[in-house]
């Protein structure tokens, strides 16, 4: 996953083309159902997720169509709502 991660922050320090955000929507988009459903919370692949949602959020927001905020919008939604009725309830300590 630390690839990933690492791939997302070198894409977003060039210009990050609009079809670039499209498809990233649909990355984070699948990591978002294999890592989280309403009976699993997988936590490295959610605290991962979390990071790539930080990492994009300024493309999404300059450069992302309504299709794809609406997908960051859904997954950021899910995390929030999962994280509260899991026992894993403390994600927010990653990010303080």
């Known amino acids: 996953m630390s690839l990933v991660i690492t791939t ?4 977003v320090s060039g210009n990050l083309a609009r079809e670039r955000v499209v498809e990233m929507a649909d990355v984070l988009k699948d990591m978002a159902k294999n890592c989280m ?3 699993k919370f997988n ?3 959610i605290l991962c997720l ?3 949602l930080c990492l994009l959020v300024p493309p999404f927001h300059q450069l ?3 299709s ?3 997908v960051f919008l859904k997954i950021l ?3 929030v709502s999962q994280n509260f009725n899991c026992t894993c309830n403390n994600l927010v ?3 303080l």
């Open 93 to 95: 300590l990653h990010f």
């Open 77 to 79: 939604q899910g995390l």
């Open 64 to 66: 992302g169509d309504q």
């Open 8 to 11: 997302c922050q070198v894409l």
């Open 68 to 70: 794809s905020r609406a």
């Open 37 to 39: 459903t309403r009976y």
């Open 50 to 52: 979390s990071q790539l």
């Open 43 to 45: 936590y490295p692949g």
